[in-house]
C-alpha cells in the first residue's frame, strides 16, 4: 500500500504563497488519486482539491477556485498543492490523502502526516 | 456543492453501550449505475490525520473493529458503534464523493460518559 509523507512546517507572511509536497512510495504514483484536505486549529476537514497524476487533470473546490494549484511530478512520485493570496484564515494543517483508482472516486485510506502551514505577519 | 450535515455535534455514551451519528447530504449521494451510495466515515483523533472507517456506506476498511457499521441510502446515513470502546473517542466525519467536489461533513465528537 502507498505511504504519503508530506513535507515539513511553513511560516509565511500574508499575501505571500506556499507550496507542499506529498512523496508516495510503496505503490504505483500512477494508480492513485490524490486528493489535499485542510484543518485550521479546532475545526472540521475542508477538501480542497484532487489530482490524478497519470492524467494531470485537477480539480478543485469552489471556495479555492484560483487561488490553489495542485500538481504532481510522475518522476518522483510527489503530488504538490500550492495556496497563494495566503490569509491568517489559511493556518491550518494540510493533508494529502489518496485511493486507488482514477476512473471510479473512492474513500481515502490513505493519509500523509500533515503539514502546519502558519500564517503570520 | 453537495453540503453534509452530522447530528448531534456531540455525544457522550457510557463504555459498552451503542454510538449513533446520522449523516445527511443536501443531494442524493446513490450512483444509479452500479448502485452504490458514495459515502465514507472517517475517525479522528487528536494529533493524527483521519483514518477511514467505512466506504460505499457500508463497507468497513479492512482492520476495522467490526463494532463499527455504516448504513444508509440516498440522503441519509447512519455510523454505530454498537459498543464503545476507550479508544473510540474521537471526532467522527462523513463525506461524500459523489461530486467531483467531496465534501466533508462538520463532524461529531464522541466521548465516554
Known amino acids: 500500500q502507498v505511504q504519503l509523507v508530506q513535507s515539513g512546517a511553513e511560516v509565511k507572511k500574508p499575501g505571500s504563497s506556499v507550496k507542499v509536497s506529498c512523496k508516495a512510495s510503496?505503490?504505483?504514483?500512477?494508480?492513485?488519486?490524490i486528493s489535499w484536505v485542510r484543518q485550521a486549529p479546532g475545526q472540521g476537514l475542508e477538501w480542497m482539491g484532487r489530482?490524478?497524476?497519470?492524467?494531470?487533470?485537477?480539480n478543485y473546490a469552489q471556495k479555492f477556485q484560483g487561488r490553489v494549484t495542485i500538481t504532481a511530478d510522475k518522476s518522483t512520485s510527489t503530488a504538490y498543492m500550492e495556496l497563494s493570496s495566503l490569509r491568517s484564515e489559511d493556518t491550518a494543517v494540510y493533508y494529502c490523502?489518496?485511493?486507488?483508482?482514477?476512473?471510479?472516486?473512492?474513500?481515502?485510506?490513505?493519509w500523509g502526516q500533515g503539514t502546519t502551514v502558519t500564517v503570520s505577519s | 456543492d453537495i453540503v453534509m450535515t452530522q447530528s448531534p455535534d456531540s455525544l457522550a455514551v457510557s463504555l459498552g453501550e451503542r454510538a449513533t451519528i446520522n449523516c445527511k447530504s443536501s443531494?442524493?449521494?446513490?450512483?444509479?449505475?452500479?448502485?452504490?451510495?458514495?459515502l465514507a466515515w472517517y475517525q479522528q483523533k487528536p494529533g493524527q490525520p483521519p483514518k477511514l472507517l467505512i466506504y460505499w456506506a457500508s463497507t468497513r476498511e479492512s482492520g476495522v473493529p467490526d463494532r463499527f457499521s455504516g448504513s444508509g441510502s440516498g440522503t441519509d446515513f447512519t455510523l454505530t458503534i454498537s459498543s464503545l470502546q476507550a479508544e473510540d473517542v474521537a471526532v467522527y466525519y462523513c463525506?461524500?464523493?459523489?461530486?467531483?467536489?467531496?465534501?466533508f461533513g462538520p463532524g461529531t465528537k464522541v466521548d465516554i460518559k
Open positions: 489530482i490524478i497524476p497519470i492524467l494531470g487533470i485537477a
Open positions: 510503496g505503490g504505483t504514483f500512477s494508480s492513485y488519486t
Open positions: 443531494q442524493s449521494v446513490l450512483y444509479s449505475s452500479n448502485n452504490k451510495n458514495y
Open positions: 463525506q461524500q464523493y459523489y461530486s467531483t467536489a467531496f465534501t
Open positions: 490523502a489518496s485511493y486507488l483508482g482514477i476512473a471510479v472516486a473512492h474513500g481515502m485510506d490513505v
